[in-house]
Each structure stands twice: as structure tokens, then as C-alpha cells.
């Protein structure tokens, strides 16, 4: 039995790929590619990236950064599905991991993964796959198409499509963006490099601020 938890605002979000449902071709041309999905657990927000190859920690740290720079914020942890298509033994796994730690450390999110085996772990975006792909679905059927001009075009397409989906939770997001961190690496390397004296406040759900060359702890 799965018990589902609810989980407070600007504390998780997770990412996840999958593959489209219909086949997309570019100018003609079939095109081969995943769609990386972020979500906020809470207020449902979502970014959607397009990933030309096959699921990486390299197309997870790009999928990642655009969602986090489009949001303009960070959850106080980040949970992914266990990557295991990914590597191929032991060591590949190690440095997986690790890459995957410095890349939530880098944004001082919390790193946690799935179990293998325990997609349920990952619901929130699950579920959004299946709305997202259901849209994808209905908007190639009305557009009569699935073939686009390019690859702009293609994103401009799923762009349309997330803009409405998100539009669906926009008042969960405003309470929710008042408990995520901003993008903080950013702004303390620019104070720290201009010398400034500054104030720096860290949400209370974010414990810990790393930088380069300074180190918070919220008490």
C-alpha cells in the first residue's frame, strides 16, 4: 500500500523525462528526443525542456537550470528518478551521484533520489507527464500536425501548452514563491566581488547557503 504525503510550499521539486506519445518529425524529418519535466510538489508548477539524445545528468543540470532560472527560485530539496538507464556499473554510478550532489549543491537545494524500482516516489511529476502528453496530444490533433518547421517552432508549441497548464496553479505558486530561495549563488558572488556590505536573508526552509567562498547556516 502507498500512503501519499503532502508536502509544504517551496519544499520539493522533482524532475523527471519520458517520452512523447506521438511522433514529432522537424521539416519532414523524424526527431528523436525526451521531454525533461521539473515540478514543484506543492503548487504544481512546471518546465518543460526538450533533450535531444538519451537521459543524462547533463541533460538533467540543463532541463534543471532552465526551470530554476524561468522560476526564479529554488526548492529547499530536489528529488529525480534514480537515473539508472543512465550508467552502467558501479563506477558510473558513483559518479553520477556525485554529479548530481554538486549540481543540487550548486543552488543549495537537498539532493534525493527514488529508490530503485518506486516511481510512485516521484508522483508529482508522473501525474504531470500524463497531463502534459494528454494536451501535447489534443493540440497536434487541432493543429492537424505533428510535423513542425523547426526546432523553434517545436518549442514554441510545448511552450503554448505549459504556459496553460501552469496558468491552472498560479495562485499556489504566489504562496509558494514567498517560501522558495532565490537564486542565491548569483547574487552573493556579486556582492562579494563588488566588496559591498549586505544583508542577506535565507528563507526558513533553506538551512544552509553555500558559496564559493562564503558559508551560511540559518540558526
Known sequence: MIFRQS???GHQGLSD???PRTAVTLAGEPFDHLLYQFRLAFSGWRDVHIVRGEESCSALADGLQTALYQLGGVPA?????????????????????????????HDSMKPNANNLGASHENGAVET???????????????????????????????????????????????EEQSQLMGCQKKIVEQIDQQEADYHLSL?????????????????
Open 77 to 105: 530539496e530536489h528529488r529525480t528518478e534514480s537515473l539508472s538507464a543512465a550508467y552502467a556499473n558501479n563506477t558510473e554510478k558513483r559518479d553520477l551521484t556525485q554529479s548530481y550532489e554538486a549540481l543540487c549543491q
Open 128 to 174: 504531470a507527464h500524463g497531463a502534459l502528453k494528454h494536451r501535447i496530444d489534443q493540440a497536434i490533433k487541432l493543429r492537424g500536425s505533428a510535423d513542425f518547421a523547426s526546432l523553434q517552432a517545436y518549442r514554441d508549441f510545448l511552450d503554448k501548452i505549459v504556459a496553460k497548464l501552469n496558468k491552472r496553479c498560479k495562485a499556489a505558486l504566489a
Open 7 to 9: 508536502v509544504p510550499a
Open 17 to 19: 523525462f519520458s517520452h
Open 203 to 219: 528563507a526558513g526552509n533553506h538551512g544552509l547557503l553555500h558559496t564559493r567562498n562564503l558559508y551560511f547556516q540559518l540558526l
